[in-house]
């Protein structure tokens, strides 16, 4: 593709670009290299490092020294999203961006599984990697930097996906990464505190969470706004006023009310209002939150132009997902269930989704990350003491900080919680402790299956370590 075409602008020199990217270790002959500014360190210090792999061409903040020709722009990261949108232009038909602090993944595989059930070739990018019948990749980041989602997105539609349910994240907003997908709805799950380590406060946070509908979305898409999650009304308000096609969801929501909901041990029975009707259904789900996240799911789908009386029976025919309220061994009677929650209000809710399922006590296994936001780590002590009637505290990802110094804030919140710094010991402890009727919840690494500690990522997975323990109890 000539520069001239990518950049979408006359260029003086228009050599031939075989490729982009923003990596200049990546680069080879007839790059494209993006200098990006960085967080620590500017892209535009690799220049002469791309110029000696063969680059073609620059992309940068104006000013920049180099020999080759240059494509300037202010917003460097927004340019490169337009490119590659160029450079891979394939998109399925129908994408659905869902962004929150909480329930992106579910609301988006529950999303590929409703269109699937409804004879569509759907799939998924995300937290999970991207995923389609037939296709899987994984990706380093919820939402991938422009190039590799761009180039994603061109083979997945090459694959035949006609559907696509796609997590995106608050960096991402923030940094552009989005920009050039054709997005045909949004979805809205809820915000609270999370990312302050990078956003400069939670305004910051909200905005960039909100740029999804008011920067993304054109005029005539459709917003799928969960009403019973926090900050949905004011999204609500903003999808009108933008000219956004609103749906609204929970039991607050006007298009699809969810008027009764009772725990089971083996799910959710729920009473949902649609179009003058009302629909009795089963959810093989466990968590109240589950409920909202399927009725955003199912509010998407509907977008796309299918009925409420299509869409919402298939929610009982939902599949659960990876590390998200995963029911992972039973011991003694007693569920040990894996979930992702590593915020404040997602382990409130996770433990109040997950009380009404357990007769007996519930037992929780909480840890913080390692350079990420610190004030939210006794709050989040705070919101599992709260939630549960045993807390025991133990490392998660601690990458570059000391594991005991993280431990002892998040203890701040619990002082009676237990301390038991080895994961693997802590998730063993918990799951000897049950009785018939309890519960144990091993929160914050869900479907991770490694744990980074300083540089290395060591194999880890909550739900392995857990069955190993319960067989030991079992002997």
Not at 253 to 259: I, M, Q, V, W
Not at 296 to 325: D, F, K, T
Not at 371 to 393: C, Y
Request: charged letters at 25%; hydrophobic letters at 45%; glycine letters at 12%.
């Amino acid at each position: 593709m000539k520069l001239s075409a990518l950049s979408g602008a006359p260029c003086k020199r228009d050599p031939d670009i075989k490729g982009l990217t923003p990596d200049s270790r990546a680069v080879r002959e007839g790059f494209l290299f993006a200098a990006l500014p960085g967080a620590a360190v500017d892209g535009a210090r690799f220049i002469p490092q791309a110029e000696k792999a063969g680059a073609a061409a620059i992309l940068a903040k104006p000013g920049v020294a180099t020999s080759l020709p240059l494509i300037a722009d202010d917003e460097p990261r927004r340019r490169l999203a337009k490119m590659a949108a160029r450079f891979y232009p394939r998109q399925p038909p129908f994408v659905a961006g869902i962004t929150g602090t909480n329930g992106k993944t579910s609301t988006a595989v529950f999303a590929a599984a409703l269109w699937s059930m409804l004879g569509e070739r759907a799939g998924t990018i995300g937290t999970l990697g991207a995923r389609a019948d037939g296709f899987e990749r994984k990706l380093q980041h919820t939402t991938p930097e422009p190039v590799t989602l761009h180039e994603t997105l061109d083979a997945m539609a090459g694959a035949g996906v006609t559907h696509l349910a796609m997590e995106v994240s608050s960096h991402a907003l923030s940094q552009y990464r989005a920009d050039g997908v054709e997005f045909s709805a949004a979805g809205f799950t809820n915000v609270t505190q999370d990312h302050l380590d990078f956003h400069a406060g939670f305004d910051d946070y909200f905005s960039a969470k909100k740029r999804l509908f008011l920067g993304l979305s054109p005029k005539g898409a459709a917003a799928v706004v969960n009403l019973d999650g926090e900050g949905g009304d004011l999204v609500a308000s903003l999808c009108e006023w933008r000219g956004l096609r609103v749906i609204t969801t929970g039991a607050r929501g006007g298009t699809l009310r969810l008027a009764a909901l009772k725990p089971r041990p083996s799910g959710l029975e729920i009473i949902v209002e649609a179009d003058a009707r009302r629909f009795d259904l089963r959810l093989p789900l466990i968590g109240a939150f589950q409920a909202e996240n399927a009725l955003v799911a199912a509010g998407l789908v509907m977008s796309s132009g299918r009925s409420a009386a299509a869409v919402l029976p298939l929610l009982e025919r939902l599949p659960g997902v990876p590390g998200r309220m995963q029911r992972v061994c039973e011991v003694n009677g007693a569920g040990v269930y894996v979930d992702y929650a590593h915020t404040p209000d997602a382990i409130a809710t996770a433990l109040s989704a997950i009380r009404p399922h357990a007769s007996g006590r519930v037992i929780v296994v909480i840890g913080a990350g390692g350079d990420r936001d610190r004030s939210k780590r006794p709050l989040m002590g705070a919101a599992a003491e709260q939630g549960a009637d045993h807390v025991i505290v133990a490392d998660d990802n601690p990458r570059g900080e000391d594991p005991a110094t993280i431990r002892r804030e998040v203890l701040l919140g619990c002082a009676r919680a237990e301390e038991i710094g080895d994961r693997a010991m802590a998730i063993a402890k918990g799951v000897a402790m049950l009785k018939p009727g309890d519960v144990l919840l091993i929160a914050g690494k869900g479907h991770e299956t490694g744990q980074i500690v300083g540089n290395s990522v060591l194999p880890f997975d909550d739900g392995d370590v857990a069955r190993k323990a319960a067989k030991e109890v079992g002997r």
